[in-house]
């Protein structure tokens, strides 16, 4: 009994809920899912090869940490996207599946470290992004500025990708971040301005938009890119709206998904948007003049990011041509 005990408290000490701030928030049960969500089970010989390397160069991946639905089909063909500078974000969105609380310090072999990994999956484009390092006092936009230039140096074909936090009060981040010349900078609004305050409670809608505007200020020739999920609680005015405010900062790409709760203790699911409304939602976003959009259930950031960007390139020649 006593032995069981003290098994007992060892299990309550090492236990540590993975989102500590969203205990005390009431539980919202997930609908069930419609056949239209169902996923790849990730089983593949390709998907344990992207494991080990992932492992055997300490890395971690946004696929894994934000329990990606996606998971199977994009590590079957080696497409993963990185998460630097730790696995621990200092923001609490209501929507995420990141752990919240004081990460730890950057470790300057991370560059490095993604560049071999890259080097390794073998990918002619990549998708790195970042949890928030608010702790930090440029946001670690020099960081991001050293995977890029790693990754150019060890795979020089490979076109790049990066999908940042919106450095909040870290003047300065941005630029360093853009000056390293990724191919395609993405910042995800996640959400209407609406539901912010609960659902992005540490971030501000104009800031964030503001921030692809000025991307595309500083680089014009750079490729601007955002998203959001869907059934959050939205209206449909709303994400219009959105769009129109992308296109007034010139954002070339939009990303629409459905939001999937990562747990009780997320913000709830409040509808399942049907593939149909999908395809509806992506056709007034190309009437509004975006060159490319990707608008479905399983739409994430980076899902298809190689083929995607493949088109983003062919679409903006065929209009200057
Ligand atoms: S969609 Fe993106 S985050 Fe999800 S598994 Fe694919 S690469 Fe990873």
Same mark, same amino acid.
């Given at each position: 009994?006593?032995? %069981?005990?003290?098994?007992?408290?060892?299990?309550?000490?090492?236990?540590?809920?993975?989102?500590?701030?969203?205990?005390?928030?009431? +539980?919202?049960?997930?609908?069930?899912?419609?056949?239209?969500?169902?996923?790849?089970?990730?089983?593949?010989? &390709? %998907?344990?090869?992207?494991?080990?390397?992932?492992?055997?160069?300490?890395?971690?991946?946004?696929?894994?940490?934000?329990?990606?639905?996606?998971? &199977?089909?994009?590590?079957?063909?080696?497409?993963?996207?990185?998460?630097?500078?730790?696995?621990?974000?200092?923001?609490?969105?209501?929507?995420?599946?990141?752990?919240?609380?004081?990460?730890?310090?950057?470790?300057?072999?991370?560059?490095?470290? *993604?560049?071999? =990994?890259?080097?390794?999956?073998?990918?002619?484009?990549?998708?790195?992004?970042?949890?928030?390092?608010?702790?930090?006092?440029?946001?670690?936009?020099?960081?991001?500025? =050293?995977?890029?230039?790693?990754?150019?140096?060890?795979?020089?074909?490979?076109?790049?990708?990066?999908?940042?936090? +919106?450095?909040?009060?870290?003047? &300065?981040?941005?630029?360093?971040? *853009?000056? =390293?010349?990724?191919?395609?900078?993405?910042?995800?609004?996640?959400? *209407?301005?609406?539901? %912010?305050?609960?659902?992005?409670?540490?971030?501000? %809608?104009?800031?964030?938009?503001?921030?692809?505007?000025?991307?595309?200020?500083? +680089?014009?020739?750079?490729?601007?890119?955002?998203?959001?999920?869907?059934?959050?609680?939205?209206?449909?005015?709303?994400?219009?709206?959105?769009?129109?405010?992308?296109?007034?900062?010139?954002?070339?790409?939009?990303?629409?998904?459905? !939001?999937?709760?990562?747990?009780?203790?997320?913000?709830?699911?409040?509808?399942?948007?049907?593939?149909?409304?999908?395809?509806?939602?992506?056709?007034?976003? !190309?009437?509004? &003049?975006?060159?490319?959009?990707?608008?479905?259930?399983?739409?994430?950031?980076?899902?298809?990011?190689?083929?995607?960007?493949?088109?983003?390139? =062919?679409?903006?020649?065929?209009? !200057?041509?």
């Amino acid at each position: 009994m006593a032995a %069981y005990l003290a098994h007992m408290v060892v299990v309550l000490d090492t236990t540590r809920p993975r989102h500590p701030e969203k205990a005390h928030r009431p +539980d919202a049960p997930a609908p069930p899912k419609p056949a239209w969500i169902r996923v790849k089970a990730p089983v593949s010989k &390709g %998907y344990a090869d992207t494991a080990r390397i992932m492992r055997d160069n300490g890395l971690h991946t946004v696929c894994e940490e934000a329990g990606c639905p996606n998971i &199977g089909e994009c590590w079957e063909k080696k497409h993963a996207t990185f998460l630097i500078m730790g696995d621990v974000c200092t923001r609490a969105c209501a929507f995420c599946n990141v752990k919240t609380g004081l990460p730890a310090a950057l470790d300057p072999q991370e560059p490095a470290h *993604v560049a071999e =990994a890259t080097a390794k999956l073998g990918l002619a484009h990549i998708v790195v992004t970042s949890v928030d390092r608010d702790d930090l006092a440029d946001g670690g936009g020099a960081h991001f500025a =050293a995977v890029i230039r790693a990754i150019r140096e060890r795979c020089p074909t490979t076109t790049i990708e990066v999908l940042t936090p +919106d450095f909040l009060r870290k003047p &300065g981040a941005l630029e360093v971040v *853009v000056a =390293a010349k990724p191919d395609v900078f993405n910042h995800n609004l996640e959400t *209407v301005p609406s539901l %912010y305050l609960t659902v992005r409670p540490g971030a501000r %809608y104009f800031h964030s938009i503001r921030l692809l505007q000025r991307v595309k200020e500083i +680089d014009p020739s750079m490729f601007t890119k955002s998203g959001i999920m869907v059934g959050l609680g939205e209206e449909r005015n709303e994400v219009l709206q959105v769009m129109d405010d992308l296109r007034s900062a010139d954002v070339d790409f939009l990303t629409i998904g459905q !939001y999937l709760q990562p747990t009780r203790k997320h913000h709830a699911v409040e509808r399942f948007v049907e593939p149909q409304e999908f395809e509806g939602l992506a056709r007034i976003a !190309y009437a509004k &003049g975006f060159l490319m959009v990707a608008s479905s259930p399983l739409t994430r950031s980076s899902h298809h990011a190689g083929e995607d960007f493949a088109k983003l390139r =062919a679409a903006r020649a065929a209009k !200057y041509r």
